[in-house]
């Protein structure tokens, strides 16, 4: 039987007062599509029985208050299906043969196989093909025994095992449950005055954003029941009550909406104006901290994904160059290996913009495991990442909602730099620097300069292949402009270290072929220009990402000179012309195929 599954997607849940419930869901859903948008669906308590919609295909253009006006009790999914799989029945919620019980999904229930087997054994019968439908069969089979909906639903996540995130709820009760081991689910308190009048969960902060920002987070291993006036939260595996605080999230829901930008690519690219300074903006004393923890480790390892792995690679030439500081960067999914260098003394700087990212958490586990400490550098507040680590740095950067990541890249890049500078003993003279480049960057991103990458993109929308090279910290930052390119245009883009052309890649150069070269003015400058010349010789139509003209670029893309935060300043316009090129090839970058934001499974 093929394995169909949910891995990413995005979950919401709503008890309360209010009746406009599906319409919140809806809304939240909308908010939560990067996480997933081949299908959707939702599920509201209708008096005594549990009615819902469910629909392939992205939810931005649905109307949630054509579903119902009148429901206080409702839950809803986006799905991303890793194994195909994106039919009506596949999508979330799933049920019980009755429909009485719904239950939404995030992550995988690693032994479904087996519990489904069971479970038709004793009568149950599937309509889907998900890991998910096991859920409503079994909790429906423990309420035979307990006749309690939360203690049912304890029950069978008892027996689940993986990493995965749920909300039940059951047409005969007026409570909404919801249980976490590993997959994000984050509570949202609504109140008027001091009384409590509604509750939500969801995978991410700005599903219920418009609503409330006083949160509480659910930790791995803990559920919730609550009815929309008070909520308890306890231990999956004992059912003892567990104590929780309230947060205020600062993030404001300006700064997570698209404004005036015709996608968020586009908005947050230009956040950039500002969220490099917000990254900067650390206090000392931390900085010095993790400074002072690098240098007391016995072999610094940095983790990260995608793009976050990139920012790491930077860091390794970083800490290289500035701080003459050994450290070694492992993609999360690769770290594994890395366990035998591991010991007490050892510190691992995990890079994450969600927080969420399964690999890393992988590593941190494997690390702790031998007593290594954990520092890392996120952008989501309360996530996963960020409450399992010794020591975090918040990036700052606000919500980043496009699947491609942009501002929360430089400011990765941003705080890694201070940090190498403080190693230095020379954190203010880093400050300076990366200010001063804050700056330059507000200045850069103008119409103008935006106008001129949109004409760029024009030039190049048809090639099928583009090559991007650098040296020292613009090497990772050209595998970067590759998985910006490659991810929203479908451009075949590859990225190389300027030197290795020689040694292969340069027989696919032809006549035409767009090439990238991302330039600073440094010591491996002359290098650069010398591998831009091989690459004209051969044909190629060199576009030059450099502080200076020079006359072998076919076009000429300035940039500030901005010395060890080159590489922050370079990505940027290569940001803009991905952009560019996805909407001019008809692409949506916001929701690139394939992709998702949050990846919360190995
Ligand atoms: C996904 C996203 C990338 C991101 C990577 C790591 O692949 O599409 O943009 O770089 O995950 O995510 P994280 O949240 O850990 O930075």
Not at 146 to 159: G, H, M, N
Not at 375 to 384: A, C, F, R, Y
């Amino acid at each position: 039987m093929k394995h169909y599954n949910a891995p990413m997607c995005g979950i919401f849940g709503y008890v309360g007062t209010r009746k406009d419930s599906t319409k919140m869901a809806v809304d939240g859903l909308k908010s939560l599509e990067y996480r997933g948008y081949d299908s959707w669906g939702v599920a509201w308590k209708d008096g005594d029985h549990l009615s819902s919609q469910k629909e392939i295909g992205k939810i931005s253009t649905v109307d949630g208050s054509k579903l119902s006006d009148n429901s206080s009790l409702v839950i809803g999914h986006t799905r991303w299906a890793t194994h195909g799989g994106v039919t009506v029945e596949n999508a979330h919620p799933q049920f019980n043969e009755e429909k009485t019980i719904a239950v939404v999904h995030n992550g995988i229930f690693e032994n479904y196989q087996e519990l489904r087997d069971e479970l038709k054994a004793k009568g149950h019968v599937f309509t889907s093909e998900t890991d998910t439908e096991v859920a409503p069969h079994l909790i429906e089979e423990y309420m035979k025994e307990t006749q309690d909906f939360a203690q049912a639903v304890r029950l069978a996540c008892k027996r689940f095992s993986g990493r995965y995130a749920i909300v039940a709820v059951y047409s005969k009760a007026d409570t909404m449950v919801a249980a976490r081991t590993g997959s994000p689910l984050i509570v949202g308190v609504e109140k008027e005055g001091s009384d409590v009048i509604g509750y939500f969960v969801a995978s991410d902060t700005p599903a219920f954003m418009a609503h409330t920002r006083t949160v509480q987070y659910l930790d791995d291993g803990e559920m919730l029941v609550t009815n929309g006036k008070s909520i308890l939260f306890s231990s999956i595996e004992t059912g003892e009550e567990v104590a929780k605080r309230e947060i205020e999230i600062e993030w404001s829901e300006e700064r997570a909406n698209k404004g005036n930008f015709e996608h968020y690519m586009l908005k947050e690219i230009m956040d950039q104006k500002e969220s490099v300074a917000w990254a900067v903006n650390q206090n000392d004393d931390e900085i010095e901290t993790v400074a002072q923890a690098i240098r007391d480790a016995k072999g610094t390892f940095l983790v990260g994904c995608g793009t976050a792995g990139k920012a790491c690679m930077a860091a390794e030439y970083f800490f290289s160059v500035v701080s003459d500081r050994h450290v070694n960067f492992a993609p999360g999914s690769e770290f594994k290996l890395y366990h035998h260098f591991l010991k007490t003394e050892s510190l691992l700087i995990v890079i994450s913009q969600s927080g969420e990212t399964a690999d890393v958490l992988e590593a941190m586990n494997i690390a702790k495991s031998k007593g290594a400490k954990v520092l890392s550098i996120v952008n989501v507040k309360g996530s996963s990442i960020d409450r399992a680590s010794d020591y975090t740095l918040h990036i700052n950067a606000g919500p980043e909602r496009a699947v491609a990541s942009t501002k929360a890249l430089t400011g990765q890049l941003a705080v890694l730099l201070l940090i190498a500078y403080a190693l230095a003993g020379k954190l203010q003279e880093g400050k300076k620097l990366l200010l001063e480049t804050a700056a330059q960057i507000n200045d850069m991103l103008n119409p103008r300069y935006i106008d001129r990458l949109k004409q760029l993109a024009d030039i190049i929308k048809q090639k099928e292949d583009l090559y991007i090279i650098g040296k020292s910290w613009n090497y990772p930052m050209a595998l970067e402009s590759a998985i910006k390119i490659q991810e929203v245009s479908y451009i075949h883009a590859e990225g190389f270290a300027a030197g290795e052309l020689k040694h292969g890649p340069i027989a696919l150069i032809e006549e035409g072929t767009p090439c990238i070269v991302l330039v600073g003015k440094d010591e491996v400058m002359p290098d650069i220009l010398s591998n831009a010349v091989q690459l004209k010789a051969r044909g190629g139509f060199i576009i030059g990402v450099s502080p200076e003209k020079n006359e072998i670029f076919d076009e000429w893309i300035k940039v500030p000179e901005a010395g060890a935060a080159q590489a922050i300043v370079n990505i940027i316009p290569i940001q803009v012309l991905a952009y560019f090129l996805a909407v001019q090839r008809g692409k949506d970058p916001d929701m690139p195929r394939n992709l998702a934001k949050s990846v919360t499974v190995k």
